[in-house]
């Protein structure tokens, strides 16, 4: 079977290796002749960023790029992402990298031309119709993990630098018109991140699958993500350059992030706060926090995990399958506990507070409380 493809659900996806030189048919059909590349600073000087740039610069779409912008970005970063793009007279983003990359970029085509300040526009309520949609700017994406599906996302995470929270900036706008997904760009990932964001997929499969809402349409989606994930994730961890694992898990984080329109739920309630405020990369985080929060959401999700087992050719229905997420989590060295990761106990009242003012709380089956929540904590770091 060949991986190539040509998909328009959720957005218009170029799916295939090698696709990346289709880049200046994406950015004329997003209507973009002078596009600023948005990446991260550790992406900046790899060598698919340069030949990217190349191929931007070969098309007459110039070399322009802004790659301040640090794991976990922030609104600092977007301040002087926004003030490059209106400088360079740009008139759309090449929002390229891991999620990092790709929700600064989305944020820089959302805030270009808005005059109100960014966290007015926090995923809450109807938050996003105060934004003026006509300026918002064309975004091609190009995602270089396999984990967040930020290129088929909605919203961005971008953390307060002051208050350390990390804040969803939602419109329907900021969906990429075009994504190219070339699993050739995920080939040099480190084995570090390549194991956390194809875990933050998973999760997101996970609590889409575990949330209570109805959506039958993400359920199906998210189901199938977990198979991939399990299949593949094991390949690309052990060679990177297994392209068919490569290109198996770019599709499994797109369908994490189309599924979790569903809703997400605990592991991202937790884990939004301890990257916040410990910087900690986010998908190793989830890991972590999963078999705590699958044992906590167990009395409203063990049912409905039977299946995926049965699914997932796991023996033991609901508990085969947490077994199945430890041992998984152990063959890539993800930590049974935050605090090998540098988060300490300190700070437990303040956390529990963040994560339950996390709109991802609302995907939770059972009911996050105080009580609960600081329990989870305390499990976990
Ligand atoms: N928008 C969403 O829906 C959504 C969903 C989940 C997570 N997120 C956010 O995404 C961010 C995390 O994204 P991430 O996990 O992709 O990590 P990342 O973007 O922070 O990248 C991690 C590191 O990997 C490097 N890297 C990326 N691609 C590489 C490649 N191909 N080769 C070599 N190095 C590479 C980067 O330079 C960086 O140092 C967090 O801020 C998180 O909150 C957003
Ligand atoms: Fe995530």
Redesign the pocket.
């Known amino acids: 079977m060949s991986l190539v493809a040509n998909w328009s659900y959720p957005t218009a996806i170029k799916f295939g290796a090698g696709r990346i030189r289709e880049l200046p048919d994406a950015c004329a059909a997003a209507g973009i002749s002078r596009p600023l590349l948005v990446t991260?600073?550790?992406?900046a000087a790899?060598p698919?960023t340069q030949s990217t740039l190349d191929i931007m610069e070969a098309a007459g779409l110039g070399r322009a790029m802004f790659a301040q912008v640090d794991?976990?970005?922030n609104e600092q970063n977007l301040a002087a992402g926004v003030a490059a793009y209106n400088a360079g007279g740009h008139d759309g983003v090449i929002a390229f990298?891991?999620?990092?990359?790709?929700?600064l970029g989305k944020m820089v085509a959302f805030m270009a031309g808005q005059t109100r300040p960014l966290w007015d526009f926090e995923d809450i309520g109807d938050w996003w119709t105060r934004a003026d949609a006509e300026a918002i700017a064309p975004i091609v994406a190009v995602p270089?993990?396999a984990?967040?599906?930020?290129e088929v996302?909605r919203?961005?995470?971008i953390?307060d630098s002051v208050t350390h929270v990390?804040k969803i900036i939602f419109h329907p706008k900021v969906l990429p018109s075009v994504v190219i997904c070339d699993p050739e760009?995920?080939?040099?990932?480190?084995r570090f991140?390549t194991a956390?964001?194809g875990l933050?997929a998973f999760a997101?499969c996970v609590e889409a699958y575990s949330s209570p809402h109805y959506h039958p349409m993400s359920q199906g989606i998210a189901l199938e993500g977990m198979r991939l994930v399990k299949e593949y994730l094991p390949r690309a961890y052990a060679d990177g350059t297994d392209l068919e694992a490569r290109g198996h898990m770019m599709s499994a984080a797109a369908m994490g992030?189309t599924g979790f329109q569903k809703g997400l739920g605990a592991i991202h309630a937790l884990s939004?706060p301890i990257?916040a405020v410990y910087g900690t990369?986010?998908?190793t985080t989830n890991a972590v926090c999963m078999p705590a929060v699958l044992a906590f959401n167990a009395p409203a999700i063990a049912e409905r995990f039977d299946l995926v087992a049965a699914y997932l050719g796991i023996s033991g229905g609901f508990h085969g399958f947490c077994d199945f997420v430890q041992g998984f989590n152990d063959s890539f060295d993800i930590p049974h506990k935050l605090s090998e990761m540098g988060v300490g106990t300190d700070r437990l009242d303040e956390l529990t507070a963040m994560a339950l003012n996390d709109p991802s709380c609302g995907g939770n089956p059972i009911t996050l409380t105080t009580e609960n929540t600081r329990q989870l904590f305390v499990d976990i770091i």
């Open positions: 991260d600073k550790g992406l790899l698919i794991p976990n970005p990298g891991g999620g990092s990359g790709l929700d270089t993990t984990g967040t599906g930020s996302g919203a961005s995470v953390t990390k760009l995920t080939q040099g990932m480190p991140i956390g964001t933050d997101h992030a939004h990257g990369h986010h998908g």
